[in-house]
């Protein structure tokens, strides 16, 4: 979730504290990172790790912001209903793709970003914006080149798990959208945070209440508190620390792309989920492309 997120903070840039403000950053980051694998390691099925997740990263998240206020309105709703969408959908792609397929997929939400904003934010569309986006098609696509086996549930449900994770894409770069909009730019950026969870509470709650989980074990309890609280909650937190700090927005989002490399590779690493071949070359274009397109943006912004 840390793509483009530094743009999100409206902050003037203050020393917090006497920890480096990138640090911050890079641990932010390292915790997004470990998103996929806490919810690999969980056997709750994605309604259940959904409610218990947000449900701790809500209250994380408002005990160290409600003193910006929490006033809600319904430009800040409608925000707030994507966000939930994004967690939402990036859970349940985890839970029926791999891990590789669910991060890369989500982290296509430029090319949403980059068609849209000229109808809605009337920003001029680029031409490197439209090599951006044939790139990141193409590399989209590959994903989808994966051999399918009928007989087998997990690859049969790989597909569905694909196109969540490519919604949880939509749905990201149309929350990045609506908290760019002059609309949002003097409300606090945590409230959409703080909502979108609460959202998530509300709509889980109800089906899990109907189908509960046989028996939840100590491993699956831990494994939603960090996913609430640290990787949702407290990595948002020191993000917005590190950006008010006075990390640039170019260094805060190149460091922001460790987060779709290192996800697979925990997963990998712990759980030995091995991407297929497809999605690493699918992924490796995505990056490439976007990362390609972030520092050229940046440096024709500081151009004369």
């Given at each position: ?64 912001t409600y003193k910006k206020g929490l ?64 790139f990141c098609l193409a590399g989209m ?27 949880s894409g939509v749905f990201f770069g ?131």
């Amino acid at each position: 979730m840390s793509l483009w997120f530094n743009n999100l903070i409206m902050n003037k840039p203050v020393q917090t504290s006497n920890f480096p403000p990138m640090a911050f950053i890079v641990l932010a980051v390292l915790l997004w990172s470990t998103g996929g694998l806490f919810i690999k390691l969980t056997t709750l099925d994605a309604f259940v790790v959904n409610l218990g997740r947000s449900l701790l990263a809500a209250i994380t998240v408002a005990v160290f912001t409600y003193k910006k206020g929490l006033r809600i309105d319904k430009f800040t709703l409608l925000s707030s209903f994507l966000y939930a969408g994004t967690l939402t959908c990036f859970v349940y792609a985890n839970k029926t793709t791999t891990a590789a397929n669910a991060i890369f997929l989500q982290y296509t939400a430029p090319i949403y970003i980059l068609i849209l904003a000229p109808f809605i934010l009337k920003e001029k569309f680029r031409f490197s914006d439209l090599i951006t986006v044939v790139f990141c098609l193409a590399g989209m696509s590959l994903f989808f080149l994966e051999p399918q086996n009928a007989a087998n549930k997990l690859a049969t449900n790989v597909f569905w798990g694909n196109v969540a994770a490519l919604a949880s894409g939509v749905f990201f770069g149309l929350y990045f959208i609506l908290l760019r909009h002059p609309k949002s730019l003097q409300r606090n950026p945590a409230l959409s945070v703080f909502y979108g969870n609460i959202l998530i509470v509300l709509l889980m709650f109800p089906i899990v209440l109907n189908n509960p989980p046989a028996q939840i074990g100590s491993n699956d309890i831990l494994a939603i508190l960090f996913l609430g609280i640290f990787q949702i909650g407290i990595a948002y937190v020191l993000f917005t620390n590190g950006i008010a700090g006075g990390v640039r927005s170019l260094d805060a989002s190149i460091v922001g792309f460790v987060e779709p490399l290192l996800n697979p590779v925990w997963v990998f690493l712990f759980v030995g989920e091995t991407p297929s071949v497809w999605a690493i070359i699918g992924g490796a274009i995505i990056i490439v492309a976007v990362v390609f397109h972030t520092i050229k943006s940046s440096h024709e912004k500081v151009s004369p």
